[in-house]
């Protein structure tokens, strides 16, 4: 599914080298974070414990992939797995030292994390029974996979404003989440022509909106006009400097409907001139039965009508199963593996938004057997299948213990009658105002929150009603009040009953119907001051103190490079404040190191190494003439202080505050796509600046620690990126590479530009491609 490059062997080792730096103390916690967050390795609320997430694109596994999470999870995340709302697999409560064999191991069976947290492309959704439900419009898993594969080879995709969340949905149901995302793409044929409904600039959490319709029929092979168009428009637009605002529906709120409208349609005319972006699929790729029976109308028996769902392919069904709140112990998943393998047909799987998986393509009889294997650990009820966020109980944003309400839920109805049971659709229960569980969205969502009490905080849960996706009909849903955790469950049971009693098969039917009989009942519990004398008010479920804020920080899914730059900016001025006071000239050096340092991270650099570090300013930022001439000078002499010790460098005070002062204008111009657009010096050396930038602009890789033969090899493949003539550098180590690449490469018949070998343990070998 994934196309693995070079880049994604090379984030892991990454991963592996800041690990170690970070244990060793040698790394700021803050750099750290922006690193590991964008390859989906998430600190919980206990620390130094961790979340690894995996990507997989549009939920779509092979068994191969899956047997080998499975194994992975028994061994580094206590034999379980997490089911996601958008279709991805995580394990939980790993240590961080596991990280990296985690990682490793993946990619080897074409898995990443790459880009699932933080400022990035996050994982494709996709319809889970796109291609074979009953509804289908045609498959548009081949749409998601080029889509999911033109963004991750794109190094930009994980440095954006925010993050960016795109979807594809099979049919106007809207199954992939295309009307609250980012963009989405919903199926659609016009004229016998495949394409797609496009929608844009939705999304869930602080000011939540559902998408704005941005076309009615786009050609299907038309996708990544979109995609990039709107990428373009977010890098131009998206807000940086205020992660609470930066997200695409910002802009939209910001420009206006007709402005923002504008303003993608104009992206979309320069790339269709280029004419470069049309795709071309199998779109037969993902189908097993191409060959059967094509039917619409195929009834199931009403008891299994949440978990056994007709195929169109006459004579196959698929099954959902979902562990409670997503979560799944590796002993239960192996069940479904010896069940498959036990088959003499092939079957495909799919893992789902909303926290459980598909096996699809099964015949009706493995189909209901699957379904009693499963029975012990998935239920056939939608309010038992609800999606909940992991909450208070690992991550640091959560309030509410929103998994222990479902339990809480569960245990209410235990004993009630089936019909009872079937009344209500599936709840999505967030634990505190972020959406992770997607409450905006449902039919009945909860989200947590606090109140204060004369004895103390109360943990509560705010009820909204009418949520729901789909072409032309998305909503949020409405609030209706707030209720006591510990109410909730009555209230829940009691919301069956009326439903059951209303005569009302469908739940939005009720609503309408009979919304002053719901509010009656909310407001028998939205009334604090009633229970305020009950002790067990001021309890979350399971939690054995009571309810307050402890323990609660910042979350990290906003972690990216500005985060970076402002840590080495703001390290830069103390020191240099400190300076001003101490006259140390270690404070001094430390302001001009911060410096140098701040903005190497937009120029794929992040060294703790400090000649590297001014090295790599001197090229990217004084040859290329943003940065005066003379600084090149002081780096030189800031060296030989480190290296002597007793050198006095007061006199480059001076200096050192022209650098910091230069740094901070830079950092304020960059604009949306992270470009410096500060005019660039004027200055004696500006003819020498101009030569130099003609000469050595090239790109440099770091191949430290790569041994031969297979540095030769990266060197091969990084020549071949490049024209004739031009140039590439490489950091070798010393010894064998040094000595050895240079002579392959000029056998090769390509030219040996320079080798410079004033670094501590490397060497930089620049190389002109024959």
């Known amino acids: ?182 963009l989405g793409f919903i199926a659609k044929i016009v004229n016998d022509k495949r394409g797609f409904e496009v929608y844009g600039a939705g999304g869930f959490g602080g000011s ?56 993608l349609e104009g992206e979309i005319r320069k790339l269709k001139k280029k004419g470069d972006l049309n ?98 650990f998935t239920s056939i009820y939608n309010i038992d299948n609800s999606v909940t966020c992991v909450g208070a109980s690992t991550c640091q944003l959560g309030l509410c213990l929103s998994q222990n309400l479902l339990k809480a839920i569960k245990k209410k109805f235990e004993g009630a009658s089936s019909e009872l049971r079937d009344a209500l659709p599936r709840l999505f229960i967030s634990g505190c105002p972020n959406s992770c569980a997607q409450h905006e969205k449902g039919a009945i969502g909860l989200h947590g929150r606090a109140k204060r009490t004369k004895n103390g905080l109360v943990p509560m849960y705010s009820i909204s009603f009418g949520g729901k996706v789909g072409s032309n009909i998305a909503r949020m849903g409405d609030d209706y009040g707030d209720v006591p955790v510990k109410k909730v469950p009555l209230f829940i049971y009691e919301l069956a009953k009326l439903k059951l009693n209303s005569g009302h098969e469908n739940f939005y039917d009720f609503l309408g119907n009979k919304s002053e009989d719901i509010q009656q009942l909310i407001n028998k519990y939205t009334n604090v001051d009633k229970f305020v004398e009950d002790p067990d008010i001021y309890f979350d479920f399971g939690a054995c103190e009571k ?36 006259k140390q000239n270690s404070d001094l050096y430390s302001s001009a190191l911060s410096s140098a340092r701040t903005l190497l991270v937009l120029r794929g650099v992040d060294s703790n190494k400090d000649r590297e570090i001014f090295e ?36 480059k005070a001076p200096e050192v505050e022209y650098l910091y002062n230069k740094v901070e204008a830079m950092y304020k111009s960059l604009n949306g796509k992270l470009e410096i657009t500060l005019p660039k010096e004027k200055n004696e050396n500006s003819c020498e600046v101009n030569s130099r930038n003609k000469t050595s602009d090239f790109k440099i890789v770091d191949l430290r620690g790569v041994k031969c033969p297979m540095n030769f090899v990266k060197v091969k493949i990084e020549l071949s990126k490049i024209k004739s003539g031009q140039k590439v550098g490489f950091y070798l180590d010393d010894g064998d590479p040094i000595n050895n690449v240079p002579q392959s490469v000029k056998k090769e018949g390509n030219k040996i530009i320079s080798t410079d070998a004033n670094y501590n343990g490397y060497n930089l070998l620049v190389v002109q491609k024959k």
């Open 1 to 182: 599914m994934i196309e693995i490059n070079e880049d994604h062997y090379k984030s892991i080792e990454d991963i592996k080298e800041k690990s170690e730096e970070y244990l060793n103390d040698k790394i700021d916690p803050v750099r750290f974070k922006a690193f590991r967050v964008s390859m989906g390795v998430y600190e919980q609320r206990k620390k130094e414990t961790y979340m690894v997430r995996t990507r997989i694109p549009g939920g779509v596994i092979s068994l191969k992939q899956f047997k080998h999470i499975s194994k992975l999870a028994e061994k580094y995340s206590k034999g379980k797995l997490k089911f996601t709302s958008r279709q991805d697999i995580q394990f939980q409560s790993v240590d961080l030292k596991d990280a990296y064999p985690i990682l490793n191991s993946l990619i080897e069976v074409g898995i990443i994390t790459k880009g699932t947290g933080g400022n990035t492309v996050r994982n494709v959704e996709c319809s889970p029974l796109s291609g074979v439900s009953i509804d289908d419009v045609f498959d548009v898993t081949p749409y998601m996979k080029a889509a999911t594969n033109y963004l991750i080879k794109d190094p930009t995709t994980m440095n954006m404003p925010r993050k960016y969340k795109i979807g594809f949905s099979n049919s106007s149901k809207d199954t992939g989440n295309v009307t609250i995302s980012d």
């Open 208 to 263: 939540p909106r559902v998408a704005l319709k941005l076309s009615d029929f786009i050609p299907a092979d038309e996708i990544l006009y979109y995609i990039q168009g709107l990428k373009n428009v977010f890098e131009a637009e998206g807000d940086r400097t205020n992660k609470n605002k930066a997200r695409i529906r910002f802009i939209l709120m910001r420009l206006g409907g007709k402005k923002f409208v504008e303003e």
């Open 279 to 376: 795709i071309q699929v199998d779109e037969n790729e993902f189908i097993l039965h191409s060959d059967a029976k094509i039917v619409r109308d195929i009834k199931v028996d009403r008891k299994f009508r949440n978990v056994l769902f007709p195929q169109k392919q006459k004579g196959y069904y698929s099954v959902y199963i979902h562990p409670q709140s997503g979560n799944l112990k590796v002993e239960n998943l192996n069940k479904v593996f010896d069940f498959i393998e036990k088959l003499n047909y092939e079957i495909s799987i799919r893992v789902t938004n909303t926290q459980g998986f598909f096996i699809r393509d099964l015949k009706k009889k493995d189909a209901e057997d699957l379904i009693k294997i499963t029975g012990t």
């Open 547 to 582: 309810f307050s804020l402890k323990g609660r920080g910042p979350g990290e899914c906003s972690s990216g490079v500005m985060d970076i730059i402002k840590l080495d900016l703001s390290n830069a001025k103390s020191s240099l404040e400190r300076y001003k006071n101490t």
């Open 616 to 651: 790599e300013f001197n090229r990217n930022f004084i040859e290329t003439g943003y940065v005066k001439s003379s600084i090149k000078k002081l780096f030189q002499d800031l060296i030989d202080y480190k290296i002597d010790g007793t050198n006095d460098i007061s006199s």
